[in-house]
């Protein structure tokens, strides 16, 4: 079942010659209880999408659908904004320093609460429980927490409101490997229970491979590729996906031999060129590259690809006829 459908997404920030376009034309959907995730380099638009999806910031045009339901044309409705909810990068940033962890994490539940789901302190203390940590955190603030806590308190926070969506923007970046596992434990467990839909944003593509079922690969406010975790990890399409992958800590010699390194720099948002936008550091380009926009085709059952170098049968046809 869809829980989560994004279409014709467009967030561009500024106006005339000053304007920047952070995502340009993105789908994607979300199934209930699944995890996709979003990776590439930073200043993609990863973050910018998760904000729009989430509800913090608008879209300059487009959908996000939650259930069925226009987010933006409902944010004044609790019940609705209760259903998606964020855990940032930096707990310590996220985290009121002002606030005791109790009161962090009832913050939500008392703005966005409809008063029948009982009492918030016993809520509390529940959300601290779930989240592997005891009543005595209740009276800490952030600065008395360690990093792994910190982030532990952030997710109690988006979970106290039971959402069905929640969005992880880099949820583990800021944690050393024995904390990151066993936050990852953790979010695996509560999706198990809660059936809750996780779009989690990172670089660590370690981290993504052990907890997505999806991966979508953005490039310059474009998703330039999408398939299940293990099927675009061992066989990706895109040219900028494989040297992503290649340049990842990832031992893996077959994969890496496969890899022609990237030239170039990555373009300004702001001065984007006509056709493919990774054409200038792309070793498969094709003058068609350069006049003409690939769009997000199958190259197989569930693996979509944006190149005019796979030969997808619906890209091929379009170049051919000159619809592209």
Do not use: W
């Amino acid at each position: 079942m869809t829980l989560l459908s994004v279409r014709g997404l467009y967030k561009t920030y500024g106006s005339g010659a000053s304007s920047l376009p952070a995502v340009r034309g993105v789908d994607l959907e979300l199934g209930r209880g699944e995890t996709l995730a979003l990776v590439g380099e930073s200043g993609c638009g990863k973050s910018s999408t998760a904000r729009v999806v989430v509800g913090l910031a608008r879209p300059t045009s487009g959908s996000v659908l939650l259930n069925g339901e226009n987010l933006h044309e409902r944010l004044h409705d609790r019940t609705v904004r209760r259903q998606a909810q964020m855990v940032f990068q930096h707990p310590d940033q996220s985290l009121n320093p002002h606030f005791t962890v109790g009161r962090t994490i009832a913050e939500p539940a008392r703005l966005l609460d409809d008063g029948g789901k009982g009492d918030v302190e016993a809520r509390v203390v529940e959300a601290l429980r779930t989240v592997g940590l005891g009543p005595e955190y209740l009276k800490r603030r952030s600065r008395e927490l360690s990093g792994g806590q910190q982030q532990r308190v952030a997710i109690a926070r988006a979970l106290i409101c039971d959402p069905e969506l929640v969005v992880l923007d880099e949820p583990t970046a800021s944690l050393d490997q024995s904390v990151r596992s066993r936050v990852v434990a953790l979010l695996r467990q509560l999706q198990s229970e809660r059936q809750v839909g996780y779009l989690f944003i990172s670089h660590d593509l370690t981290t993504v491979r052990r907890l997505a079922d999806r991966v979508a690969v953005m490039y310059l406010g474009r998703i330039v590729e999408i398939a299940p975790t293990e099927e675009l990890f061992e066989d990706p399409q895109h040219p900028y996906t494989k040297a992503l992958l290649a340049a990842a800590p990832i031992a893996d010699p077959r994969r890496r031999n496969k890899v022609v390194p990237l030239a170039g720099e990555t373009p300004s948002p702001a001065r984007l060129p006509v056709g493919c936008a990774f054409q200038d550091r792309c070793p498969l380009v094709h003058d068609v590259c350069r006049t003409h926009q690939p769009l997000l085709e199958p190259s197989s059952r569930l693996h979509d690809v944006e190149c005019f170098a796979v030969p997808t049968p619906a890209a091929l046809a379009g170049v051919q006829s000159g619809e592209r």
